[in-house]
């Protein structure tokens, strides 16, 4: 079991940055894929970046989120630049064993969200 523990989140306004982390306690970290997940009011969750195989974003963050990971630290990040106001939600880490393609599959290790809002 991996537990995620998010944080970073916080009232930015837009074209603001912010970097989430999350960091994760077990012992293979390295072996797991790993992904940032987001959920605004009233909208489902949605898939934002992931890191397994591959790295994989949605259309809508390309070019202005980065995911990053730090084996040694057992942390994953997401540094999101040029924020907009439809970036606003609560955002999830999530984990699961192996290393396969991020954006597809259910995932069995969710931290608890932490929200990001950009407002002015």
């Known amino acids: 079991q991996v537990q995620l523990v998010e944080s970073g989140g916080g009232l930015v306004q837009p074209g603001g940055s912010l970097r989430l982390s999350c960091a994760a306690a077990?012992?293979?970290?390295?072996?797991?894929?790993m992904s940032w997940f987001r959920q605004a009011p009233g909208k489902e969750r949605e898939f934002v970046a992931g890191?397994?195989?591959?790295?994989k974003y949605t259309d809508s963050v390309k070019g202005r989120f980065t995911i990053n990971r730090d084996n040694a630290k057992n942390t994953v990040y997401l540094q999101m630049n040029s924020l907009k106001s439809e970036d606003t939600a609560v955002y999830y880490c999530?984990?699961?064993?192996?290393?396969?393609?991020?954006?597809?599959?259910?995932?069995?290790?969710w931290g608890q969200g932490t929200q990001v809002t950009v407002s002015s």
């Open positions: 999530a984990g699961r064993p192996g290393l396969s393609l991020p954006h597809v599959g259910p995932y069995g290790y």
């Open positions: 890191w397994g195989n591959i790295i």
């Open positions: 077990g012992r293979t970290f390295s072996s797991n894929t």
